[in-house]
């Protein structure tokens, strides 16, 4: 298949059409004025043949020099409805490094009848047909069931278009610290990284990187110190026109501090992360988020018992508990509300921190675990809804939706079928009879009541008709 870099003359042309979309939806549009002079690929390039044999590629690791559309506020995280992003899809034949089937399945092999690892089929029907990639199942129709890459360029600014049309602020992009060192991921990741920035830029977005510890190995934190000053040196990430900033600084988080389920990296390590990112001569300055347990504050339960996690939380500038699991209704949203929530909030808030709670969906790994299908329902959306609805009640100013694209947990708000493949051994959810869309008005909705743009309503039909 045929990819061609764009040349100087279609350049100016698109720059000339995003001036003209921008002006229509009363945005305004600039050039991003950073360290290098580039033009930035046509819209309907992929990532195919930009790979070199190390992972890396001079587009991805460079800055940005791309139409910047002005939408979002990106000089704080206050009032704002930030998604995970996960961006780990892979499929053979995207033009990464791995060329494999990544996140789709359990094991080695096709995408097939008891090899998903999925639990939600995600809706790929607006993407160009050498962006959707076959599979070995088969729709009720006959025609083959088709997934997406995530190293596909197109694919990932698609769903930042989404987020520009349901009125969404942004994502915490993911990047694992477990695969820093090895660079066919590390080749992936970057690419996912620049994608994410382009499509922020593009669509009046914000982002902002997540490291999650999860899988790193004692001794490893180092790991996450070089990548963030290659980040930084090389992408000049932070100075980017899309990238979060909150308090003044760029906005980095670190996800698994104080988990309770025997990682191998030590409280020690991560205070010495912190440190670094808010202290280093030349790296540091940043505003810090900590992703912590639940039970962080009572040290029990999921987290640590250990004192010096509540040390280390008291140097982070944003503590946001991992809720997904922790509750399975509105009623008992509801309770974990008031018994952690709110008596939270008031620890952060007597310490200045700020505090971001998470709220998601649903929940089921069916496939990947053999666990029961469908474990926490959606309720056509109540759940959901019901944790905004907490979350506004207690004052908080900031909302972490788990997750935009997260189809393997069965947590995802962009667009999923109904209309799933057949299969004997896999099962999958559905958005039960609602629009694929259903979720990502629905969270466009709870940014609207946490912007304090529209009122609190108990019914989950009424937000998403807005």
């Not at 939408?71 to 704002?80: E, H, M, P, Q």
């Not at 097939?112 to 962006?131: H, M, R, T, Y």
């Not at 205070?271 to 912590?292: H, I, P, S, W, Y």
């Not at 506004?392 to 708000?413: C, H, L, P, Q, W």
């Amino acid at each position: 298949m045929m990819r061609s870099f764009i040349s100087i003359s279609s350049h100016i042309i698109l720059t000339l059409i995003f001036a003209v979309i921008a002006t229509a939806t009363g945005q305004t549009i600039e050039r991003a004025a950073l360290k290098m002079p580039a033009f930035a690929p046509a819209i309907n390039q992929t990532n195919k043949g930009l790979i070199q044999n190390d992972g890396s590629a001079a587009n991805v690791r460079a800055p940005y020099h791309g139409p910047v559309v002005k939408g979002v506020n990106t000089k704080t995280l206050t009032g704002k409805v930030m998604c995970g992003y996960q961006g780990w899809f892979g499929t053979p034949g995207d033009g990464s490094s791995e060329q494999a089937w990544r996140h789709w399945t359990k094991h080695r092999g096709p995408l097939a009848d008891g090899n998903a690892k999925i639990d939600l089929w995600p809706d790929v029907s607006e993407l160009d047909a050498n962006q959707r990639f076959p599979t070995g199942f088969k729709m009720a129709a006959g025609n083959p069931a088709e997934v997406f890459s995530s190293f596909e360029r197109p694919t990932v600014l698609k769903h930042f278009e989404w987020m520009q049309e349901y009125g969404i602020d942004g994502v915490f992009v993911q990047r694992f610290a477990n695969g820093l060192k090895n660079q066919p991921t590390l080749g992936d990741d970057n690419t996912v990284l620049a994608s994410c920035r382009e499509g922020a830029n593009l669509h009046g977005r914000t982002y902002a990187v997540m490291y999650d510890l999860t899988g790193l190995l004692a001794g490893h934190i180092d790991d996450v110190i070089n990548d963030w000053r290659a980040l930084k040196n090389q992408m000049v990430i932070t100075e980017d026109p899309a990238y979060l900033n909150h308090r003044g600084k760029p906005v980095v988080a670190i996800w698994g501090v104080g988990f309770n389920d025997g990682r191998k990296y030590t409280l020690a390590e991560c205070r010495r992360l912190v440190d670094f990112f808010k202290n280093d001569q030349e790296a540091g300055g940043c505003t810090v988020m900590l992703g912590v347990p639940a039970n962080w504050r009572e040290l029990k339960g999921d987290a640590v018992s250990d004192p010096e996690l509540l040390d280390i939380l008291a140097m982070a500038d944003i503590i946001s508990p991992w809720t997904v699991g922790r509750y399975a209704n509105p009623a008992e949203a509801a309770k974990y509300a008031e018994n952690n929530l709110k008596p939270d909030l008031a620890w952060c808030r007597q310490r200045g921190i700020d505090y971001l709670p998470v709220v998601f969906p649903g929940f089921s790994w069916h496939n990947m675990y053999g666990a029961a299908s469908d474990q926490i329902p959606r309720l056509h959306g109540q759940f959901l809804w019901s944790q905004f609805l907490q979350a506004k009640r207690a004052n908080v100013s900031m909302v972490y939706v788990a997750m935009f694209d997260e189809v393997d947990e069965g947590t995802a708000i962009f667009k999923c079928v109904n209309d799933v493949p057949v299969g004997q051994k896999s099962k999958f959810v559905t958005f039960e009879g609602l629009p694929s869309d259903f979720y990502l008005k629905m969270v466009g909705a709870g940014t609207k009541l946490i912007h304090g743009e529209t009122t609190m309503r108990e019914k989950t039909s009424l937000p998403p008709q807005d």
